[in-house]
């Protein structure tokens, strides 16, 4: 398969005039063959008008059809083979076997989302009779469908490659909702973008749907992003990335004519709480498993947990000594990009100047472009006084809160903000203590899980991934599991229709 460099739209490659750029080889920095054409304005117009034309077209394919659209993608992906997976280890520095992972992730997303559509029930169809008889006034006939909301954009993400980007959920979901899609590809691994545009270009051939299902755009700055927020055709957005680019998008999106939702996931530290008979039961078997997770995939996880908090003691004392005598035997890893992994070593920097904070251990140095997983403590008292010690440090970092007692440590939760996870570390002797903070915790997460780490979203009908603000914009929706679907359907009724005009689902009953 060939890297050309192209957008994607129409069902055609077209060069980009606006710029242009190389790939980068994460690990050393070094530009990778080929060089990728920066969109215009007019290229997004372009984009945008076809996704438009095809909306009344694609949003009305029977579910058999739209499903087969899905799974066809799906099978496009796998075809590409190890070079698809060679491309994205090289732009992204993730070893194979994580990368092999999430291609099969991918293809799965794909595939249950083909399931969803075929099961029917995302149409929401309630039929409501009439009633000529009904006094004092008649009762009309009612019947109701969720119906897609239009062409949505999205935004690949920068740590997955393939599971959150050009075929990931964003784009499965609203393809499964009858929504075209309009991918803004991720500058940090635009050769494994276009790979799987191709991909699902060639899908929407084979399975004769309009070209403008699917366009693929690439941008040497933010222009695109930008433009495809504000076009009128757009109605909706996936994004996961930065609070600061998330919050930009909602706020081209609300200054719209017609403002329209940014699904986007943008800033969590998934707060791990060690319950005190946990610790005193398994504090080092607590603290093995919380290593693993904080350097796994350089911690490049949007549900890394980089906040503990428990209360002090001996038994807190044996965790943190021992999860102090691990790190140091890890190895640093390549980030995904220079930016990233400059960005994440600012940050444990100022967490190492912090007054407040003290380092407990650090893991072995590495390359220009690699990050030093490195765990940290502080204070409950210092950690509410300083907000900044909440902010995200996108990376394997840590910070262990010490409270002084149960009602300081929910002190502590109380001042915490929106989170994707929550987890929570209890023995028989912490349950009464762990059920009472339940409520509390649901107001704060859209994952709450026991005796275990963020780290792994199960792609499944019950997983939310999501949470509330600044965790993701709209705290009820989620980008994992097959409820993504509904982001991109609204409610439609339909009083008194004959049935010939009526859309053929609400036909039968």
């Known amino acids: 398969m060939t890297i050309s460099g192209n957008l994607l739209i129409g069902g055609k490659g077209t060069r980009g005039s606006n710029g242009e750029f190389s790939a980068v080889e994460a690990s050393t920095g070094k530009p990778l063959e080929g060089s990728f054409g920066g969109a215009t304005k007019a290229d997004v117009e372009a984009a945008t008008k076809l996704a438009w034309q095809a909306f009344d077209i694609y949003r009305e394919t029977s579910l058999e059809d739209r499903a087969a659209f899905l799974e066809a993608i799906a099978q496009e992906i ?16 993730l070893p194979r076997g994580r990368l092999e992972g999430e291609r099969g992730r991918t293809a799965g997303q794909l595939r249950l989302f083909a399931k969803e559509v075929l099961d029917g029930r995302f ?26 909301v239009g062409p949505v954009a999205v935004f690949g993400a920068s740590n997955f490659p393939l599971a959150f980007s050009v075929a990931g959920g964003d784009t499965a979901s609203a393809l499964a909702a009858g929504c075209p899609v309009v991918v803004k590809a991720h500058s940090a691994h635009p050769g494994t973008s276009e790979l799987v545009g191709q991909a699902v270009q060639r899908a929407v051939e084979k399975c ?6 699917f366009a693929m755009l690439f941008d040497t700055g933010f222009e695109v992003g930008q433009a495809l927020v504000a076009d009128p055709r757009i109605r909706a957005v996936g994004f996961t990335g930065s609070r600061r680019g998330g919050t930009a998008l909602m706020k081209i999106a609300s200054e719209r004519k017609q403002p329209i939702p940014v699904y986007a996931e943008m800033s969590s530290i998934n707060p791990v709480i060690l319950f005190p008979g946990a610790l005193k039961n398994r504090a080092e078997q607590i603290a093995t498993g919380f290593v693993n997770s904080l350097v796994l995939g350089a911690g490049q996880f949007c549900t890394n947990p980089g906040l503990l908090i428990a209360v002090e003691g001996e038994d807190l004392d044996t965790f943190i000594a021992k999860a102090g005598q691990l790190l140091p035997d890890m190895p640093a890893q390549t980030m995904l990009t220079g930016s990233i992994s400059k960005a994440y070593c600012e940050g444990v920097a100022r967490l190492e100047k912090h007054p407040e904070v003290t380092l407990v251990a ?25 907000h900044e010690l909440q902010d ?12 002084r ?91 008194d229709f004959p049935t010939a005009m009526l859309p053929q689902p609400l036909r039968q009953a």
């Open 78 to 93: 796998e075809a590409l083979g190890d070079e698809l997976v060679v491309r994205a280890m090289a732009e992204t520095g």
């Open 392 to 403: 995200e440090v996108f990376g394997a970092a840590g910070l262990v809160v010490k409270c």
């Open 362 to 386: 650090k893991g072995k140095t590495g390359g220009e472009f690699d990050g030093v997983a490195s765990l940290f403590q502080a204070s409950a008292s210092a950690f509410q006084a300083h």
């Open 208 to 213: 004769g749907l309009p070209a403008g299902v």
């Open 123 to 148: 149409q929401e169809l309630r039929f409501d009779p009439a009633n000529p008889e009904r006094k004092p006034a008649p009762k009309p006939d009612l019947r109701l469908r969720n119906i897609a």
């Open 405 to 495: 007692d149960v009602a300081e440590l929910e002190s502590v939760l109380d001042g915490l903000e929106g989170q994707l996870t929550i987890a929570l570390h209890v023995d028989e002797s912490d349950m009464e203590d762990a059920a009472r903070l339940r409520l509390k915790l649901e107001m704060l997460a859209g994952r709450l899980l026991v005796d275990g780490f963020g780290t792994g979203v199960e792609v499944s009908p019950a997983m939310v991934h999501g949470g509330p603000y600044p965790a993701t914009s709209d705290g009820r929706t989620t980008s994992v599991g097959t409820l993504a679907i509904y982001r991109f359907l609204r409610p439609v009724s339909y009083q």
